[in-house]
Structures are given as C-alpha cells and as structure tokens.
C-alpha cells in the first residue's frame, strides 16, 4: 500500500480531491484490491470477511465506484449490520442489506 499514490502522504492535508480506482487499469484494479485486503484485516470480526477476494473486490468496486469514502461508508453499513447479529465476519447477506439500503432509486 506505500506505492498507492492516493493514500501516502494525507496526512496533514485539509483537502485534497482523491480519484477513484480506475477499474479498466491494471494498477487501479490490483491498488483497490489491496485495499480491500488490508481493510479486512483491521475489521473487529474473529474472521477475515474475503474483501481480498477477487469476485469481492469485483462487486464492492461496482458499488463504490471505486472511490475510498464510498468504500469507508459501505463497509461501516455492512459491518455495523454484522456486529448487530454478532456475526463473525461481514458475509454476503450483510452486503446485499447495505446495498439495498444505500443504492439509488430506481
């Protein structure tokens, strides 16, 4: 993660306009799956929830649109959904709750 350009050097910055990964590189798609994969491990569950997984990574880009505050705000909705039933991790029935809940009309 030291390599990823959006992440290094924000500390001290007031403001400061973060692109989204950008799903059609290579760089974008593999920065945003480490991302995912060191989130999961500082997540309060007794068990890795797979956001390192591939077909994770996938779906929680879609949904972000590959934007971290997006991601932040995601994850703290699924989590907070898991820690309510005292799951072990975040599973797949928490994201699709998150999702319903957080996806646009229509």
Partial sequence: MSGDSQITGRGGLQY???????RESVDGRQSFRLLCGVID??????????????ETTERLHFVTGGSIGRLKDFLFAAGAM?????APRIAYKHFAQAYDEQKPPG
């Fill in 16 to 22: 400061r306009i973060l692109r989204p990964y950008d």
């Fill in 41 to 54: 491990k500082i997540l309060p569950f007794e068990t890795r929830s797979g956001l390192y997984q591939l």
């Fill in 82 to 86: 898991a820690i309510n039933e005292d």
